[in-house]
Every structure is written in structure tokens, then in C-alpha cells.
């Protein structure tokens, strides 16, 4: 299995390249050809340098040729966004979120799964 020959090549205590994580992903996906592969990138804009999401970006996009659908999220980083409107058409759709309705819409949750958690003997206040 690939994953397993990539956790001995850098076990115990490395890291693995970012072109060892590239190729375990095109074996893993190689080998299960007939299925659909969902990835999905949360936060793309919280890690890595521009120009190593700029190089990100594009290696996902490689793979979506196959049985393989790439789905990100972040926030409207202007490298992100050069990033995918390089991309062939039809291989991006964009759905851009209003931050202020987003954060409307993530509060009142936020508040109520806070609310449940804490004791009535907690300190503090919620809001």
C-alpha cells in the first residue's frame, strides 16, 4: 500500500516532501480506478506560502482528468483566486459566501453548542 511504504520511508519523526504526498495520492487514486474520489481542501488560504498554493492548486487540478472531484474553501486570497481563474474553464465553479452573512448565520450555532456545553457554574459570560 502506498500509504504504508510512505509512513516507513519517513517514520518516525520526518515529514514527507510535498512530492512524496503528491505521488502517494496518484497511486492511491491509480489503484482504485472504478470509484469516484471526493477531496476536499478546508481552509486553503490557513496553510502553506502563496507560491506553494499556487503549486497546490494546480496539482489538485491534475487530478481531476480521472475519477477524482477536488472541492476547496477559503477566503478570497488574491493569489487564490489568480490560482483557480488559471484553471481550464469548466473545471472550477466558484461560489463566493458574503463574510458578515456567514458569520450571521455561524453565531446563533456557535452560541446555542457553547450554551449546552457549559456549566451553570462556569465563569464567564458567552456573548
Known amino acids: 500500500m502506498p500509504s504504508v511504504s510512505l509512513y516507513s520511508k519517513y517514520a518516525p519523526s520526518r515529514e514527507p516532501s510535498n512530492e512524496g504526498l503528491d505521488e502517494t495520492l496518484i497511486k492511491v487514486l491509480g489503484q482504485c480506478s472504478r470509484k469516484i474520489f471526493i477531496v476536499i481542501i478546508d481552509e486553503l488560504d490557513e496553510c502553506l506560502s502563496a507560491s506553494e498554493r499556487d503549486g497546490f492548486v494546480k496539482f489538485l487540478a491534475s487530478l481531476t482528468h480521472s475519477n477524482t472531484k477536488v472541492a476547496i474553501?477559503?477566503?478570497?486570497?488574491?493569489?487564490?483566486?489568480?490560482?483557480?481563474?488559471?484553471?481550464?474553464?469548466?473545471?472550477?465553479?466558484?461560489?463566493?459566501?458574503?463574510?458578515?452573512?456567514?458569520?450571521?448565520?455561524?453565531?446563533?450555532?456557535?452560541?446555542?453548542?457553547?450554551?449546552?456545553?457549559?456549566?451553570?457554574?462556569?465563569?464567564?459570560?458567552?456573548c
Open 73 to 126: 474553501t477559503s477566503r478570497g486570497e488574491a493569489d487564490i483566486n489568480t490560482a483557480m481563474q488559471a484553471l481550464p474553464e469548466g473545471q472550477v465553479a466558484k461560489l463566493a459566501l458574503d463574510a458578515a452573512v456567514v458569520d450571521q448565520d455561524i453565531r446563533p450555532h456557535n452560541l446555542e453548542y457553547m450554551t449546552g456545553r457549559i456549566t451553570p457554574t462556569a465563569t464567564g459570560a458567552l
